[in-house]
């Protein structure tokens, strides 16, 4: 049986990982599509759009990754590695993959 603890842990890690996608996805068309159109093809409107939305989503990722962590034991490399992969394109989608695999492991262990 799941306690409460842990059903709480479960769902700040399902909000962490949507936040992860969300910010994956921004920064993916921010520097796939919105820095070429404007560098190439002379349309600034993108990055003028796409910018603070992506930083917004960027503050929401540090903000709930910041809370997912205060309360409870990751180690410093988990946290390091998933504040470094949310600079890099598709590395929000990497972080989901291993935020996944730990909602899958902490559901197994409230099940044994």
Not at 9 to 19: I, T
Not at 67 to 77: E, H, L, N, P
Not at 88 to 102: E, I, M, Q, T
Request: include cysteine; glycine fraction near 8%.
């Amino acid at each position: 049986m799941i306690t409460s603890s842990r059903e709480s842990e479960l769902a700040q890690l399902r909000r962490l990982e949507l936040v992860s996608v969300l910010e994956g996805t921004t920064l993916l068309l921010l520097v796939f599509m919105a820095v070429p159109l404007k560098h190439l093809g002379g349309w600034p409107y993108g990055v003028q759009a796409l910018g603070p939305v992506h930083g917004l989503a960027f503050v929401a990722y540090l903000w709930t990754l910041v809370q997912t962590v205060s309360g409870s034991s990751w180690r410093r490399s988990d946290v390091l590695r998933m504040l470094a992969l949310a600079i890099v394109p598709f590395g929000g989608f990497v972080n989901a993959s291993f935020l996944a695999r730990r909602i899958t492991q902490l559901r197994r262990e409230c099940t044994t």
